[in-house]
C-alpha cells in the first residue's frame, strides 16, 4: 500500500491510544497446527494449503498491489492478467481455511494512472463474489495525507484533470453466512469503537515505512479495528502476505490467536522481531518454513 515516510498519529481504536484488554489465557489444549501464533515462510499458496480446512476466523491482509514496489521477495510488476489469475488462486485458498461465517478482509489500492480504467478493487470484488463469499460492503480509509504530489494532469484546465487518491479500499466478505457464533463474554470492543467501525469511512493516517522496515506497511489501527469488531477473543486471525506482522502483532494484544505468512525470510524474521520486542505479551513466536510444517 502507499504510504508517506512521515510517522502519524494513530486514530480512534488504535492499539496506542485505546488500551486493550487483558489477553485471554491461551488454549491449554496441544496445537495442532504448528503454525498456530508462529510465522511461515514460503510462497503464499504453499503456506494457505498447510493450515488445516476451517479453521480460521477472520483474515486480514494487504496483498501486493502490482504497483512495482521494491519488495524483498517478490516481482511486483506481473502482467496484469496474471497478477489477477494470481489473486484468484489466493482466494480460493483463503476460502478454504476460513471457518463457516468467517471473515476476509482485504486492504487494497488503486492501480497506476496508466492502469486506472482497471480498478483492482473492483476485480477482487467481483472475483471472490463469484466464489460464492457474501460481500459485506466496502470501508474507505482516508489516509489524511498531504504528501506532495505533481500529477495534476491538465493543470487548471478541464481537458484532462486527474483524481489523486488520498484513500484505499478494505473490502470485507464472509465465507457461507453471515453470522460467527461466539460467546458474548469474549466480546472486546467498546461501544465507541463499534459505532466508529460501522461508519464506512475510517480516517487513520499511515504508517511509516522508515521506522517499519517494509516498502509497505499499514498503521496498528487498521487491523485493530477489524479483529475487534469482526472476531470475538481466542478465535485466529490470519495474514497471508504478513509483511512487518502487524496484523499477528495486534491480534495478540487482543487475545486473539494469529498465524502469519510471507515468502521473504528477512519480512518473516522482523515480524518475530515486533512481537518478540513487545515483552508484555509474553510470546516469542518462531519462524518456520514451510517446508517444515
Not at 476451517?54 to 516481482?75: F, G
Not at 489524511?144 to 500529477?151: F, G, M, R, T
Request: overall charge neutral; glycine content about 8%; aromatic content about 10%.
Amino acid at each position: 500500500m502507499a504510504q508517506t515516510t512521515e510517522q502519524a498519529e494513530l486514530p480512534l481504536g488504535s492499539v496506542e491510544t485505546q488500551g486493550t484488554p487483558p489477553a485471554r489465557e491461551r488454549n491449554s489444549e496441544p496445537a495442532l497446527f504448528a503454525g498456530l501464533d508462529n510465522i511461515v515462510c514460503g510462497d503464499v499458496l504453499a503456506v494457505l494449503r498447510k493450515i488445516p480446512a476451517e479453521s480460521v476466523h477472520l483474515i486480514v491482509t494487504s496483498p501486493p498491489y502490482n504497483l512495482d514496489k521494491d519488495y524483498d521477495a517478490h516481482d511486483d510488476a506481473l502482467d496484469y492478467s496474471d497478477y489477477l489469475a494470481w489473486m484468484e488462486s489466493v482466494w480460493r485458498a483463503c476460502l478454504n481455511v476460513l471457518v463457516p461465517g468467517g471473515r476476509l478482509c482485504v486492504n487494497i489500492g488503486e492501480n497506476k494512472r496508466q492502469n486506472i480504467t482497471y480498478p483492482t478493487f473492483s476485480a477482487f470484488i467481483h472475483q471472490l463474489v463469484d466464489l460464492e463469499m457474501l460481500y459485506r460492503g466496502t470501508i474507505i480509509w482516508d489516509k489524511n495525507s498531504a504528501a506532495k504530489h505533481c500529477a495534476w494532469g491538465s493543470w487548471r484546465r478541464p481537458s484532462n484533470p486527474h483524481i489523486v487518491p488520498r484513500h484505499e479500499y478494505i473490502i470485507a466478505f464472509s465465507k457461507g453466512q453471515w453470522k460467527l457464533e461466539g460467546d458474548r463474554g469474549d466480546i472486546s470492543i467498546s461501544t465507541k469503537d463499534f459505532i466508529t467501525c460501522t461508519r464506512s469511512v475510517w480516517n487513520m493516517g499511515t504508517e511509516s515505512k522508515k521506522r517499519i522496515g517494509h516498502p509497505a506497511p499499514f498503521p496498528e489501527a487498521l487491523p485493530w479495528r477489524l479483529i475487534n469488531f469482526y472476531t470475538f477473543q481466542g478465535m485466529t486471525v490470519l495474514d497471508p502476505f504478513a509483511g512487518s506482522g502487524t496484523v499477528g502483532l495486534v491480534a495478540a494484544q487482543l487475545g486473539r490467536r494469529f498465524i502469519l505468512g510471507d515468502n521473504s525470510e528477512k519480512y518473516c524474521e522482523l515480524a518475530r522481531q515486533r512481537i518478540v520486542r513487545k515483552r508484555s505479551l509474553g510470546i516469542r513466536p518462531r519462524v518456520i518454513p514451510v517446508e517444515e510444517l
